[in-house]
């Protein structure tokens, strides 16, 4: 059994939709750390620790017991009465906290002392109501005015700041002794013969512009919230795996489970949908790439994460050039924030359109959408975002007019990179020193010619022969226009993107393989790209580094210049397998599940450090990684579709397979599998070094049948 690794350890978070609480692991919120109870990208409570006469509880035990709620079981420390000193170990304390709309949290403490026993627990509570951004870097600035009041056994502390409003109301209920408030803490009385239980309820109700979201009143009662019924309707409905491997099973399931706490809801013309976020807990919000990512990772799992991302970003969709937000007509969204500075018009998340490939995979994913639904009333709905979409490519996206897109902020708080690797410092020479913008990417070039065959072929649905002549056109000049251009023949491989001179960023990355899955590198060229990849400056053995261990940039625990990101490998992965590379595509995902092996649940973080596999070491994983995230559970899914070769065409009712199972992985049923309105269990099996498949059970019409 391989040692299990904590990511974020002494930490516990729990959410509930874009409601999320973070402590440590005894329960509390210190606000000098990145810890609180959140609500519109405000924190609401800031600090809050239970005490007995002002003495710390001993923590026994902790943990959540589903994504929204987490118990925690004390016990006391020694500590002195009017009647004498309480030995330590003589009390009982559990409290468990459930998220939903606001906080409900239940005390109980009982008595296993010989002799009643009389004391105040104390409940100290402070609110910052600090913006979230400023919350996660530890940048606090003090702003607006704050006022608590206690009246009728309900303390509320309000804040403004000019047009933002934002509150919190802790109220006890069922309490079995009157609460009193004083000096920042509220008090309770409490005197407990020999084997008794005193008992209390907290509600924390948020108040968010003039709205109050109470919490339910549960009492410690298994119930339901609309995200936590949304929740079982996707384990429901999403496709399931069984495996005589176990562990694959498991660590499938556990993303199924997490997916299912990662969700926003959309409205669109009375219809619900719900749209992948991105990570708890830092990114609970409309981010845009990531929804996008994780849409065509869940393709084989649940269709309706497409609908919900790709008419949320619709909507959202700019219509006009606003440099301060980085956005231009028909561009896409990058994020979308409620938080105070955003709101005072000091952050620019209303939304803001910083990212270069959020439109450009907005077009593959709403072809890859009718590929496995075939719902034509829906790409009927999209029609005119992907014409805008197309329109900003060619207009905005490639903004010098030189063939290729590229990137460079206009704002003056916008990202200085935008590309998934978009942190400040993510793309580099070779000789470490960093890139200055506009900057084309050699994989957003891959999106493109990729956007615009797919582009093509939704035109042919519409019966426009015309537009997608000219789309597939547009493609092939970009394909021999991109190989003349970014190809390294000395390194058989592609730079990592032009810099502002036009000239090669000629440092070794992982981007190249995402050009693998957009189909723009030729069938010569595949060979050297995929040898190249599995170099050992690239390959760590748990997967492939984001940037080579040659490069003086490197930095196996740095945010993208070193580590591993799982659903950068699951890309790479879903590459390979297309141009026949199976076992390369199955070598990434073993490395991918061995990593998973050594995190607690199988549960995969954003991303870990890039430290070469040896005997007897494990994964690092990245300090304040998000976990649950979306496309990191979302590339479990995409690594099983790979290593399966699953290939929908709803539209002609047939689905294709190409499994190649690897050794470790002798068999794999995917159940309830959704191909347009059909309905199929599959099961795959090795016999010797060659894998069999067979259909077990059909609802509809679908015709299967393996690839060539």
Same mark, same amino acid.
């Given at each position: ?73 004390? %016990?006391? +420390? $020694?500590?002195?009465?009017? =009647?004498?000193?309480?030995? &330590? *170990? @003589? #009390? ?5 906290? !459930? ?70 109301? %802790?109220? +006890? $209920?069922?309490?079995?002794? =009157?609460?009193?408030?004083? &000096? *920042? @803490? #509220? ?5 407990? !013969? ?63 489970v997490d997916m299912a706490a990662l969700r926003i809801k959309v409205e669109a013309k009375g219809h ?6 991105? *990570? ?390 995917l159940v309830n599998l959704s191909v347009g309105d059909a309905i199929v269990t599959l099961r795959f ?24």
């Amino acid at each position: 059994m391989p040692t299990k690794v904590s990511v974020n350890a002494g930490q516990i978070t729990i959410n509930d939709g874009a409601t999320f609480l973070v402590t440590d692991s005894r329960g509390w919120i210190d606000e000098t750390v990145a810890q609180g109870f959140f609500v519109a990208d405000t924190r609401l409570l800031s600090y809050y620790e239970v005490s007995i006469n002002r003495d710390r509880l001993l923590l026994l035990a902790s943990s959540p017991l589903n994504h929204h709620s987490a118990l925690y079981q004390f %016990t006391n +420390p $020694e500590f002195r009465t009017t =009647q004498g000193n309480i030995p &330590n *170990g @003589r #009390l009982m304390i559990s409290i468990r906290r !459930d998220v939903g709309g606001g906080m409900h949290e239940d005390i109980d403490i009982t008595n296993h002392h010989a002799e009643r026993v009389a004391f105040q627990l104390m409940l100290a509570i402070r609110s910052d109501f600090a913006d979230i951004f400023e919350v996660k870097s530890q940048q606090i600035l003090t702003r607006g005015e704050t006022e608590t009041t206690w009246h009728d056994g309900k303390l509320m502390t309000i804040y403004h700041n000019g047009t933002f409003h934002r509150g919190l109301i %802790t109220q +006890p $209920e069922c309490a079995d002794s =009157q609460p009193r408030y004083a &000096n *920042g @803490r #509220l008090f309770f009385d409490v005197v407990l !013969d020999p084997g008794k239980t005193w008992h209390t309820c907290l509600n924390f109700a948020a108040i968010v512009d003039g709205d109050i979201f109470y919490p339910q009143n549960t009492c410690a009662v298994e119930h339901n919230t609309e995200a936590k019924q949304v929740s079982k309707d996707f384990l429901a409905q999403a496709t399931k795996l069984r495996s005589s491997n176990a562990e694959i099973a498991a660590y499938y399931q556990q993303a199924l489970v997490d997916m299912a706490a990662l969700r926003i809801k959309v409205e669109a013309k009375g219809h619900e949908f719900w749209m992948p976020a991105a *990570g708890i807990p830092w990114f609970v919000a409309v981010f845009g790439r990531d929804s996008v990512i994780v849409s065509m990772q869940t393709m084989a799992v649940y269709q309706e994460f497409a609908h919900g991302t790709l008419l949320r970003l619709a909507q959202l969709q700019a219509t006009e050039v606003d440099d301060w937000r980085d956005a231009q007509p028909g561009k896409m969204p990058h994020e979308l924030r409620r938080d105070e500075l955003t709101q005072l018009k000091q952050l620019p998340y209303t939304p803001y359109y910083g990212t270069i490939d959020t439109t450009i995979l907005w077009i593959t994913t709403l072809a890859e959408a009718y590929q496995w639904s075939h719902n034509e009333s829906f790409l009927n709905e999209c029609r005119e975002p992907l014409e805008r979409a197309l329109a900003w490519i060619e207009t905005y996206g490639d903004f010098d007019q030189d063939g290729f897109v590229e990137y460079q902020t206009r704002s003056s708080m916008g990202l200085r990179n935008q590309g998934w690797k978009d942190s400040g410092d993510a793309i580099v020479y070779p000789d470490g020193k960093q890139v200055e913008p506009p900057i084309a990417l050699c994989e957003v070039q891959g999106y493109v010619y990729s956007a615009w065959r797919d582009a093509a072929k939704l035109y042919e649905v519409w019966g426009d022969v015309k537009q997608a002549k000219q789309l597939r056109q547009k493609a092939d000049d970009l394909y021999q226009h991109f190989n003349d251009r970014f190809w390294m023949e000395d390194e058989g491989f592609y730079c990592l993107g032009l810099d502002r001179q036009k000239q090669q960023i000629r440092s070794i990355a992982s981007n190249p393989g995402h050009l693998l899955w957009s189909g723009i590198v030729p069938k010569d060229r595949a060979d050297r790209l995929v040898k190249r990849l599995f170099q050992p400056d690239l390959w760590c053995g748990w997967g492939l580094r984001t940037l080579s261990n040659l490069n003086p940039a490197y930095n196996p625990i740095s945010y993208q210049l070193g580590s591993v990101w799982p659903h950068d490998n699951s890309a790479i992965a879903m590459g390979l397998k297309q141009y026949g590379y199976h076992a390369e595509a199955n070598q990434i995902a073993e490395g991918i599940f061995a990593a998973a092996s050594y995190f607690e649940a199988g549960r995969m973080p954003e991303l870990f450090g890039g430290m070469e596999r040896q005997p007897g070491h494990f994964p690092v994983p990245y300090p304040d990684a998000n976990i649950p995230q979306a496309w990191a559970a979302g590339s479990i899914f995409l690594l099983i579709r790979a290593m399966l070769g699953l290939e929908a065409n709803a539209s002609a009712r047939s689905l294709t397979v190409q499994p190649v199972l690897p050794d470790w992985l002798p068999d794999v049923e995917l159940v309830n599998l959704s191909v347009g309105d059909a309905i199929v269990t599959l099961r795959f099996w090795r016999e010797g070094e060659q894998t069999q498949w067979k259909v077990m059970h059909l609802e509809g019409e679908l015709k299967v049948e393996a690839k060539p």
